[in-house]
């Protein structure tokens, strides 16, 4: 007996079957059509699996493809592991926030994954931050990366350690093998306490004000492009150069006897509570009255430790003097991690666990044509951008920005934050981040 007759699809012309064709659904369809798929999925049986992971998709980073990569990709793999999953599907900004703001079972977890960008992570650890146990959450839930969001700073730096080629397809690879390997370790990455007019945050990778900010937000209309959005922007911008007034005040970093370690540790030996409970474990004295155990565990640990804090002890008896710089800039960027995205390292001698902020700066009066500036651009390729004589480095402990000129925006960690001071220090605490396989 013959099926209805089949029609052909009138934008692809392909032979469509009772349901519509897949390049004319929308991608609301295709969504709310793969979501279903992940969520009925069958998780591998309790008594056998080796963890749990909190899942985040953000169905729209970068080329749209993540939730499709989690149902066909990571999802299967993750079965096959055992590892169990629990899946949210964010529907706009700050819905991973308010979840990690607000979940009381987070210690089940042996670690989050997150699909996008590192907007996403970033907004993640934020929610984080809004929780009193934030500082017992950070060093014991590893957070995990599949690259869906068009900059992905933290993996990159992550698997450059570790010797993957920076290219799309091998991060992607690495990363989707990390992330349901039933042997992933994660490592430590250091956190960095910043303060704006009105609000505190973590932050893990940049800041960025001038040249690059600019780039980086006015591209985003072509996240599509993936990281060539950022080279078709660089372009525009070198032949509108302008300059941006602002005041910049560091502290060149000293040592004070920190010497930071990577803490490489197996995601499923324990969940992130039986980390918790260890570590709190070593440090707790012994108390005879169960409340003033129960007040010494709430008071622990609950605020930064601020690298140049008078707490911190110091083998060095001067600090470094601040210096400051009111001038016209043209960039100013400065990272925690070797990477920004896919390509070269930004700042090649930045170490994952290391806390030191490599901060760089053009100043207007120092560059001679906007030549100057393509080369710039096209050298951070090529890692030599560092090298230019117009380019000021430095490593940092702490650093201000002010700005003093309109119409700028302030890029943390590839988020643009709206104020016109920025703080920056280096701290002693740290996340933990999926980074390889045992
Ligand atoms: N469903 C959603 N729709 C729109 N935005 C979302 C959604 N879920 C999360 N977001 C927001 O999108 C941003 C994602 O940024 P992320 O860096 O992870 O991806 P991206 O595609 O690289 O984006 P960008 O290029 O803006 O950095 C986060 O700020 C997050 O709050």
């Known amino acids: ?244 007034k602002g005041r910049l005040t560091y502290r060149p970093y000293k040592a004070r006897g920190y010497n930071p370690s990577s803490n490489v540790f197996s995601i499923y030996d324990k969940t992130t509570q039986q980390r918790i409970d260890d570590s709190t474990a070593i440090t707790i004295p012994s108390f005879a009255d169960s409340e003033d155990e129960e007040k010494y565990l709430k008071n622990q640990k609950t605020t930064w430790t601020l690298h140049d804090s008078e707490d911190t002890t110091s083998s060095e008896t001067e600090d470094a003097e601040e210096v400051v710089i009111e001038d016209d800039f043209i960039n100013m960027y400065a990272v925690t991690l070797s990477h920004i995205a896919a390509d070269g390292p930004f700042a090649p001698s930045a170490k994952l666990e290391d806390n030191r902020i490599h901060l760089s700066y053009i100043l207007w009066k120092d560059i001679g044509t906007r030549v100057d500036i393509a080369k710039y651009l096209l050298a951070i390729e090529h890692e030599t951008h560092l090298d230019l004589p117009f380019v000021k480095r430095v490593e940092v402990s702490s650093m201000k920005l002010e700005v003093l000129s309109d119409g700028s925006y302030v890029v943390l960690d590839g988020e643009v934050v709206e104020t016109k001071s920025i703080q920056v220090s280096s701290t002693r605490d740290n996340i933990c981040v999926f980074s390889s396989t045992a």
């Not at 096959?80 to 529907?91: H, M």
């Not at 934030?134 to 060093?139: G, L």
């Open 1 to 244: 007996m013959q099926g209805s007759p089949s029609k052909k699809c009138s934008i692809c012309h392909r032979q469509m079957g009772a349901t519509i064709c897949c390049c004319c659904r929308s991608d609301q369809e295709q969504n709310e059509q793969l979501t279903s798929v992940i969520l009925s999925r069958e998780p591998p049986p309790k008594e056998q699996c080796r963890g749990t992971l909190l899942v985040f998709i953000n169905p729209h980073s970068g080329r749209g493809k993540s939730l499709e990569t989690f149902a066909h990709t990571v999802a299967p793999k993750l079965d096959r592991s055992l590892i169990r999953y629990e899946v949210v599907v964010t529907t706009g900004p700050n819905h991973a926030r308010n979840v990690l703001m607000t979940k009381t079972d987070l210690g089940k977890f042996n670690g989050v994954l997150i699909l996008s960008g590192d907007g996403l992570v970033f907004e993640a650890l934020n929610g984080v931050l809004c929780r009193e146990d934030a500082f017992r959450i950070f060093p014991n839930l590893p957070i995990g990366i599949v690259p869906s969001g068009s900059g992905n700073g933290l993996l990159c730096s992550v698997l450059s350690k570790y010797g993957t080629k920076m290219n799309e397809k091998s991060v992607m690879d690495r990363a989707l093998e990390i992330a349901s390997s039933p042997t992933a370790r994660a490592e430590s990455v250091a956190l960095y306490s910043v303060k704006t007019e009105t609000t505190t945050y973590a932050a893990f990778l940049s800041i960025g004000w001038g040249l690059m900010a600019d780039i980086d937000i006015e591209s985003e209309k072509w996240r599509k492009l993936g990281g060539h959005r950022f080279t078709l922007m660089g372009f525009i911008r070198s032949c509108n150069l302008r300059s941006y």
